[in-house]
């Protein structure tokens, strides 16, 4: 029979006779082997073909380094709060470390060569992980995904179906080693979307320099991850990716596929904050709106978190921001275009009023893009207004939703979790302002009984023409306050970021369908990689991927198959 290696035989004394070693590649295991002699002992030897599987982490998931400091590494939990969590770090230090004095893609780096950190999945009998890119992603998340892949028995039986009784023979086929790929998670996907597809060419390169067989890779993906993913994928803007043909299949988990309403709602009022585990962990991501949008407004990747104009909330409306006004009026948005009708509101004079255009159901206040104050460095004069900053990294994000869409590659798994408060659509209160006149030092003051806040929630002091304003007007009974939705607000419908729309949104496109979706039941975004069900659906993904490999090769037929 032909290989790709050239058979050999030795002849080594071996009890009642010889050993014959037979060289084949893996594909020639479904099909006879010849053999020309008697009274020799048989022994096949397979030369197996490498897929490796590459994780792709989610939003803040990477390591990231300015230089060569460390400046965003959740794994080390007290660097970061003492980084981020204390009232020193202001939000003009915060995005000083993040952002610098206006997004620069090059401005943060991926932290993989940190050799103390590096010490946590450090293994004698694989020492390469650290080549592999695990030292650039959050261990406390996902590294129980990396080493329960990565030490995986393939050849464990499944059950007795003939499909499955192939699928037992992955790992006489097939080796998985397990990479690991992050990323600047403030740069654009589209950006990032590119390195990976580099990344993946690099990796099959390597090992068929090696002299291994390598034709594919497999994706696995958290959140904005598979934002990336898709991107490197990406068919119909081959400027995007082109690493479709080298990718044999894509696995998803809780992917913000069309954005999230979450991404709005903390711009306005900080990180959510429902027990003594998030509260902390809002003081490190960020605790107020002013927080959140120095960082989010200035960072192309944070804005396409955002809905999409394909965005549909849990209850089938493509309107998912709705505004009650004093005086009964309902206004929900976007009619058609998120960018224009919400996102890109900013300061301008209305040419038809000649009145500030500024209504308080904007995603951003200008004033929060670029703070300022002693601790930080102060801005240089020859740096973009911050409006222009913002609206050029939006137009980035805008650039990439329309590129995107809806597409995925053609052999792709998913699953979302379900039953958790999450917000899926944005809910406005348009309140009178109530208030007290109080004497001090011989004058009366207005006293409101509610006052602005963006830590936690999102209370604003409007006029009576919808705009927002810093402070209750000199004629108080022209004030009025409009209240965003409270995340109590939010029973279930998602995994407390993601809401099910969203998480379930990529169905079909281009004549493809998603494989097989599933969903998980009160599983917290941040930990689905963590807990059982999320590891084993990527396991049994894998053994499909792998099956369709093998029903590949042998149709194709021997060498053709492996090369």
């Known amino acids: 029979m032909t290989s790709i290696w050239k058979k050999t035989v030795s002849n080594k004394g071996a009890g009642m006779g010889f050993i014959k070693y ?11 082997i010849l053999t020309s002699k008697t009274n020799f002992f048989n022994r096949i ?28 590494d959740p794994d080390d939990r007290v660097g970061m709060f003492n980084r981020y969590g204390r009232k020193k770090c202001t939000p003009a230090k915060r995005k000083e470390l993040l952002i610098g004095p206006q997004f620069d893609p090059e401005w943060l780096q991926v932290s993989e060569d940190d050799a103390k950190h590096n010490q946590k999945f450090f293994s004698m009998t694989d020492p390469w992980r650290d080549h592999r890119g695990w030292g650039g992603v959050l261990w406390t998340y996902y590294g129980e995904l990396l080493e329960e892949l990565q030490n995986y028995n393939w050849n464990k039986p499944v059950s007795s179906g003939d499909k499955d009784k192939k699928k037992e023979l992955a790992g006489k086929c097939f080796e998985f080693p397990v990479h690991a790929f992050g990323y600047n998670w403030t740069d654009s996907c589209a950006n990032s979307g590119k390195k990976l597809a580099k990344k993946i060419d690099e990796i099959i390169k390597g090992y068929k320099a090696k002299g291994r067989l390598c034709k594919h890779v497999i994706l696995v993906t958290h959140s904005m991850g598979g934002l990336v993913a898709r991107s490197a994928c990406c068919i119909k803007h081959q400027q995007i990716g082109k690493a479709q043909d080298n990718v044999l299949g894509v696995i998803h988990g809780v992917q913000p596929a069309v954005g999230a309403a979450a991404a709005y709602w903390r711009m306005k009022a900080g990180f959510e904050r429902t027990g003594i585990v998030s509260t902390i962990s809002a003081w490190v991501l960020g605790a107020s709106g002013e927080e959140v949008t120095c960082l989010l407004g200035n960072a192309p ?70 703070p ?3 601790g ?125 729309c969203s998480g379930s949104a990529l169905k079909e496109c281009d004549g493809s369908k998603i494989l097989f979706t599933s969903k998980f039941n009160k599983i917290e975004h941040q930990e689905v990689y963590n807990e059982r069900k999320g590891k084993d659906f990527v396991i ?24």
């Not at 397979?46 to 965003?72: D, T």
């Not at 001090?440 to 009984?449: A, D, N």
């Open 376 to 500: 930080a460095k102060r801005r240089k004069s020859n740096i973009t207004d911050p409006w222009v900053e913002y609206v050029t990294c939006l137009s980035l994000a805008e650039k990439f939703h329309k590129n995107l869409r809806t597409q995925f590659h053609k052999s792709t798994y998913q699953f979302y979790s379900d039953g958790l408060g999450t917000v899926d659509k944005i809910n406005f209160k348009h309140e009178e302002f109530f208030y007290r006149k109080q004497p001090t030092l011989g004058v009366e003051i207005v006293v409101p009984s509610r006052v602005v806040s963006s830590r936690g929630k999102s209370i604003m002091y409007t006029d009576i023409y919808n705009q927002e304003i810093t402070a209750p007007l000199s004629e108080p009974h022209k004030t009025l306050v409009a209240s965003m939705s409270s995340i109590d607000d939010y029973r279930e419908g998602g995994d407390g970021t993601v809401p099910n």
């Open 540 to 563: 049994k993904a894998v053994r499909n991927f792998a099956l369709k490999r093998i029903e590949e090769g042998i149709k194709e037929g021997g060498v053709g198959a492996a090369n």
């Open 22 to 32: 037979i060289d084949i590649d893996w594909p020639d295991l479904f099909r006879p």
């Open 372 to 374: 300022t104050d002693t």
């Open 301 to 370: 990747g944070g804005l396409e978190l955002l809905p999409t104009k394909d965005y549909i909330a849990n209850d089938g409306s493509k309107q998912w921001l709705h505004v009650t006004l004093k005086n009964g009026k309902q206004i929900s948005l976007p009619k058609s275009d998120p960018y224009t009708e919400i996102y890109r509101i900013g300061e301008q004079t209305n040419m038809i009023t000649n009145k500030l255009d500024a209504p308080f159901w904007r995603l951003v206040n200008p004033e929060w893009l670029d």
């Open 45 to 72: 030897r397979v030369r197996r073909e490498v897929i490796p599987i590459i994780f792709v982490p989610g939003a803040m998931g990477s390591r990231l380094k300015h230089g060569k400091k460390v400046v965003w």
